[in-house]
């Protein structure tokens, strides 16, 4: 019996057989992995399961020390076996069950995973403060950073303002303007952002292609990683909150067919709760540096 895990930064899932639970609560903004799997294992019922298979965030492509992780999951679960997985390889097993290609995860973070013949390379996936370009978080933050410069009169975009007047408030009301709280709210507006460019205000549009551009770059860099050529045809999957914007994608997809013109756009087979069950079942020995079994 197989117990899924999916810590995310916007939240975790769990799953055992048929019973699925969704918390909100996630890996904050600078937490470790581990401690946020103990708030989280906290705070829902009680489970067994003899393998627990745990898709983190946080990682940043090296999986530290399993060990620890097996003691979490013997206190609360009993597990005997751990698999603890950076979410860029769960999400590529997931979304393309082992085949050749690139999967592209955007949610609060950014992750771009790859695989060619058995050699995968992992990208960005570097926190907020360093990384995760054209993430959820980038978006609404950007989005953020300049409708407060619109009303300072350090930008004209009055359409901005007004688009996200309702997280001007929300930042106005924080109690610290550099915390978890903050940090969410950024990760939050994304989906404020991506409507803004939808309505044709420019700065949002100016904001999600530069996204787009970068996120492009990351995808590229990550086939490349693989040892991928430009003239191969790579299947590519992007997945994610942000990816549920038309827009967004095809922007993305746009910048990455300049350098990859034979990419293949493929829909995602699964998620990373599926990556990790795949990976349970399947890839039974250490992959490192972004899988690490515990015995």
């Known amino acids: 019996m197989v117990l899924t895990v999916d810590l995310g930064q916007s939240g975790t899932r769990i799953r055992l057989n048929d019973l ?32 627990v298979s745990l898709s983190c965030t946080g990682f940043g492509g090296l999986v530290s020390d399993p060990a620890p992780f097996a003691l979490l999951c013997r206190e609360y679960f009993g597990a005997k076996e751990v698999a603890v997985i950076d979410d860029g390889l769960a999400g590529f097993i997931g979304a393309l069950h082992g ?21 995968f390379a992992h990208r960005d996936g570097l926190g907020s403060t360093f990384g995760d370009e054209g993430s959820g978080f980038w978006l609404g933050k950007l989005g953020i950073t300049k409708a407060l410069a619109v009303r300072q009169g350090r930008e004209g975009d009055t359409r901005l303002l007004k688009a996200f007047q309702s997280q001007v408030s929300a930042y106005d009301a924080l109690e610290s303007k550099n915390g978890a709280d903050a940090a ?4 939050t507006s994304a989906q404020t952002l991506l ?21 492009a770059q990351t995808v590229i860099a990550t086939w490349l990683g693989t040892n991928g050529s430009s003239d191969e045809a790579p299947e590519i999957a992007i997945q994610g909150g942000p990816s549920a914007n038309a827009s967004y994608v095809r922007a993305i997809q746009r910048f990455i067919t300049v350098s990859l013109p034979n990419t293949r756009f493929v829909g995602t087979s699964g998620d990373n709760l599926d990556g990790a069950a795949w990976i349970a079942e399947n890839m039974l020995e250490d992959a490192p540096p972004l899988l ?3 015995r």
């Open 195 to 215: 409507d803004a460019a939808d309505e044709g205000i420019v700065t949002a549009i100016k904001i999600r292609d530069e996204g787009a551009y970068l996120l």
């Open 20 to 51: 699925s639970i969704n918390s909100r609560r996630g890996k904050l903004a600078g937490e470790l992995p581990l401690p946020a799997l103990h708030a989280v294992f906290d705070s829902i019922q009680r489970l067994s399961a003899d393998v």
């Open 99 to 119: 085949r050749d290609g690139v999967v592209l995860s955007i949610g609060g973070g950014v992750v771009s995973v790859g695989g060619r013949y058995g050699k």
């Open 184 to 187: 969410t709210l950024a990760i």
């Open 292 to 294: 690490r079994w515990a």
